[in-house]
């Protein structure tokens, strides 16, 4: 993965040598912050926290449709954790897939349930966010007749490979151990019509949260951005968020949003600072409490925290001004 960092650090000290004339001073950033309305700021982080826990129901209900139950403390834990794993290491999703695979396990779902939970999660986390996209897209006139032809292709090309029964048996063919695993999968959770929109409806919810914990935050700062504009600009920044070469797309996801501000009659000070709060809230706090669930989570460091808990509950019991001296207490039966 070494040579990721590398071409990151290139591409990133390459816009900075190109934007570093425009970009404002950490201290405009700074006094705009400082004056930003508390209330909205609440408002973006409770936004944020419904959209992990919608995720987190949709991952439950997933495996509840495969038979196996799941809390909703532990589903948010998972979510938490497997985030912070995607977003924070090199090989982030892998890891991430990993974990969640082990975790899911551990409460008794099967290899094809996991599998299907985890491949329908990301279909429907994908499709809705293409639908978003979609609606983004036709909604700015400069990109809606390019955005109609291309849809109209991809269309195209579905229906076609769709209807290609030959592709799909040479696929058989070559990934005989890769069929057989999509075939248990898709025979683990058996959906109805109600369930599939139910959640697509979670999925969709979460992107839309996630797009209120930024409009929040516009509030808050002060900037007034037209709600195509503002989509696009969020639908653009995750794109790229999801194609970068470092964890988390740090640096490519701020100056695509601070860009998009920019363009649409913003400061440089308040695009920086909406850029830096909300990235603030749904990057940077959701992977602290990841690697905090990760610890809640694993059993090693579970009960080092109960063993040091009850060391120093007894160390304040003998401390309490209200215990007895050793002596009075063997006098007292």
């Given at each position: ?211 209120a914990c930024l409009v929040a935050v516009c509030v808050a700062v002060g900037v007034e951005i037209g709600p195509y504009t503002m ?26 949003l601070a860009a998009t501000f920019v363009a649409a009659g913003a400061t440089g000070g308040t695009a920086g600072a909406v850029v830096a709060l909300y990235r603030l809230i749904s990057y940077w706090a959701i992977l ?46």
């Amino acid at each position: 993965m070494g040579w990721r960092w590398v071409a990151a650090l290139a591409i990133g000290g390459g816009a900075y040598l190109v934007l570093r004339d425009e970009l404002p001073e950490p201290g405009e950033i700074w006094a705009t912050i400082t004056n930003v309305s508390p209330a909205w700021l609440g408002v973006a982080v409770v936004a944020e926290a419904m959209s992990m826990a919608v995720f987190a129901r949709l991952f439950r209900r997933l495996l509840t449709l495969g038979g196996t139950k799941l809390s909703l403390g532990r589903a948010l834990a998972i979510t938490y954790a497997r985030n912070a794993f995607s977003n924070s290491l090199p090989a982030g999703p892998v890891v991430s897939i990993a974990y969640t695979t082990r975790e899911f396990g551990r409460v008794g779902a099967s290899r094809p349930l996991i599998a299907a939970t985890l491949v329908l999660a990301a279909f429907y986390s994908g499709v809705t966010f293409g639908v978003l996209s979609l609606v983004a897209l036709l909604g700015s006139p400069a990109t809606r007749v390019p955005t109609l032809v291309i849809a109209l292709a991809v269309v195209a090309v579905t229906a076609m490979l769709m209807g290609t029964r030959p592709l799909v048996g040479v696929l058989r063919r070559r990934m005989p151990r890769l069929s057989a695993e999509l075939d248990a999968a898709r025979t683990a959770i058996r959906a109805e019509r109600r369930d599939h929109l139910i959640l697509a409806g979670l999925a969709l919810l979460n992107w839309l949260l996630d797009v209120a914990c930024l409009v929040a935050v516009c509030v808050a700062v002060g900037v007034e951005i037209g709600p195509y504009t503002m989509l696009l600009g969020y639908v653009a920044a995750k794109g790229a968020q999801a194609l970068a070469l470092i964890p988390g797309g740090i640096g490519v996801v701020e100056i695509g949003l601070a860009a998009t501000f920019v363009a649409a009659g913003a400061t440089g000070g308040t695009a920086g600072a909406v850029v830096a709060l909300y990235r603030l809230i749904s990057y940077w706090a959701i992977l602290v409490t990841g690697w905090l669930a990760w610890a809640f989570l694993h059993d090693e460091v579970r009960a080092a925290a109960k063993a040091v808990g009850r060391f120093l509950l007894r160390a304040a019991a003998t401390m309490s001004p209200f215990a007895l001296p050793p002596t009075e207490r063997s006098a007292h039966p």
